[in-house]
């Protein structure tokens, strides 16, 4: 096992919401691929999709139970990010504590996000190629 961090991480509570999904998504799921994507009023937000069949570009991390897999155009805005489940009085969802974001719109739905080096990509662990 190597001691270089992790392109993603997962907290527990995550790591249990997402067994939840899956277990309740009534068709057979893989798991769910992470990712990014250009929009909002700050310029980027994270995306999550289920699995059925998983794509050969897609690198998957298994931790504490969770299968994902990270879209390859996000890995170098997604390197040393945990992923983590909240909920409070008026909401639950996921939150991305990412190193690389700089800025966050007021109502969190919209990041800008600084892609890695790749100096600091050959710093982390590789997740296993799908």
């Not at 270089?4 to 068709?27: H, V, W």
């Not at 504590?97 to 080096?117: H, L």
Request: proline share 5%; hydrophobic share 40%.
């Amino acid at each position: 096992m190597s001691n270089k961090p992790k392109i993603l991480s997962l907290s527990d509570a995550a790591a249990e919401r997402i067994k939840q999904i899956i277990a309740g998504s009534g068709r057979p799921v893989a798991g769910v691929r992470v990712g990014v994507k250009n929009a909002g009023c700050v310029g980027m937000e994270y995306t999550m999709e289920f699995v059925e069949n998983a794509d050969p570009a897609d690198d998957m991390i298994e931790e504490k139970g969770a299968r994902l897999f990270i879209d390859p155009k996000a890995i170098l805005f997604l390197l040393g990010t945990t992923m983590d489940h909240r909920v409070d009085k008026l909401s639950s969802g996921f939150v991305f504590d990412n190193p690389n974001q700089t800025d966050a719109c007021g109502c969190g739905e919209s990041v800008a996000i600084s892609p890695a080096s790749k100096a600091q990509l050959e710093a982390f662990d590789k997740p296993v190629r799908v």
